[in-house]
């Protein structure tokens, strides 16, 4: 089983108006979050997964347990709170990018605090983290906390994900991504994202300095360029991506990493011992697998990530 960590939330999507009526806006609410739909989308394809967050008592709060009730998503690591569930205001450009601002501030996915921190048996084969619960307290002292605990068990994950809108500090995002960089061992990170973390570095820079680490491999993601992966035992090499017409890109990245934690424990190799064995052929085909559903999910409007019968 792999167990995701951070936020759940509604994304409310404006939907075009033709009323002319100005007093009106309407909105489509759909259930999302980084790690909620990496949860989901593992789930989708076939995976064991839980996912650790705080959930809001209130009407949409306990629409987002529904819904992972629904996909076979582990409630085990759920805890509930008496506080307001996170909203995202999310507009989708004319190339398809989302444009998020955030309203979280004292919301319950934000809530877990160090006496939540779960005892992990056996099952728990890896750990994934990302997007903005790395930055915003007190979570993030506590998935921190947790990382660093089971680094040495159990295969982590990272997408730093960066949303300035919750958290607008970078220097805040660059010394969190750096302090949950020492215990990862797969990064995967978009080039949205290095732009705004490292704007004066080249990308092999920054991937090198996370290798020197705990970190086995770094996946970057460049949209319609494709993927680039850094590894420490046969260099770095790129995999094009596939040629689809986008709806949107909404779930894209979660997608892609969902893929990736897929195609690792689908062969048993979802562990840190592992992945320094693997083949170059064996990665390259992890990206093509990764590639090619995170180009399905273009292929749709929201989140709507695809299913394991769905790639082949």
Known sequence: MFLVCGEALFDFFSQPDNSGQLNKLGFQAIAGGSPFNVAVGLRRLGIDAGLFAGLSSDYLGQRLRSVLD?????????????????????????????????????????????????????????????????????????LLALVARES??????????????????????????????????????????????????????????????????????????????FTRQHGSWSVAAQKVVTADTVGAGDTFQAALITFLTERHLDDPLSLPTLRKETVDEMLGFAVKAAALTCTKVGPDLPYRNQLG
């Open 70 to 142: 629904k996909e076979g998503v582990r409630p085990d690591y759920l805890i509930d709170f008496d506080a307001p569930t996170t909203l995202a205001m999310v507009a989708v450009g004319a190339d398809g990018s989302p444009h998020y601002s955030f309203r979280g501030e004292g919301c319950a996915d934000r809530q877990l605090r160090l006496e939540h921190l779960p005892e992990l048996d056996e099952q728990v084969r890896g750990i994934h983290v990302g997007s903005f619960s790395l930055v915003v307290q007190p979570i993030a002292d506590t």
């Open 152 to 229: 040495g068990k159990r295969l982590i994950t990272l997408d730093p994900n960066v949303r300035l809108n919750p958290a607008p500090d970078i220097n805040r995002w660059r010394e969190q991504i750096s302090a949950f960089a020492e215990h990862a061992h797969i990064i995967k990170v978009s080039d949205e994202d290095l732009s705004l973390l490292y704007p004066d570095k080249d990308p092999q820079v920054v991937a090198q300095s996370w290798l020197s680490k705990r970190c086995q491999l770094v996946v970057l993601t460049q949209g319609t360029e494709g993927a680039t992966v």
